[in-house]
């Protein structure tokens, strides 16, 4: 139904940047909120941030003054914009979108992208 392909991952030194993209195809009509969630060896998954529809966002404190979620939605795209990145920001992200129609609810997930953050 939906189908989300994230990219910008990579090796980045510390205090340096990188801006993920999330490519959402098919049923996109009724995405509403947008998030991406991450996790680190070893540990569970965390959202990290969120926006709706109409560009509302959350953050966890960890990231808020560093990270910035946008979405384009004439490309169906959403973006993090990762800045001033830590060792401990490494991880795998991953782009989710939640859909809802008349009769259900759906959560799609993307196959992730490796960030590392070290010198």
């Known amino acids: 139904q939906v189908q989300l392909v994230e990219s910008g991952g990579g090796l980045v030194q510390p205090g340096g940047s990188l801006r993920l993209s999330c490519a959402a195809s098919?049923?996109?009509?009724?995405?509403?909120?947008m998030n991406w969630y991450r996790q680190a060896p070893g540990k569970g998954r965390e959202l990290v941030a969120s926006i709706t529809s109409l560009g509302r966002t959350n953050y966890v404190d960890s990231v808020k003054g560093r990270f910035t979620i946008s979405r384009d939605n004439a490309k169906n795209t959403v973006y993090l914009q990762m800045n001033s990145l830590k060792p401990e920001n490494t991880a795998v992200y991953y782009c989710?979108?939640?859909?809802?129609?008349?009769?259900?609810?759906?959560?799609?997930w993307g196959q992730g992208t490796q960030v590392t953050v070290s010198s």
């Open positions: 989710n979108a939640h859909s809802q129609s008349t009769w259900a609810g759906y959560d799609h």
């Open positions: 098919g049923s996109t009509a009724n995405i509403n909120t």
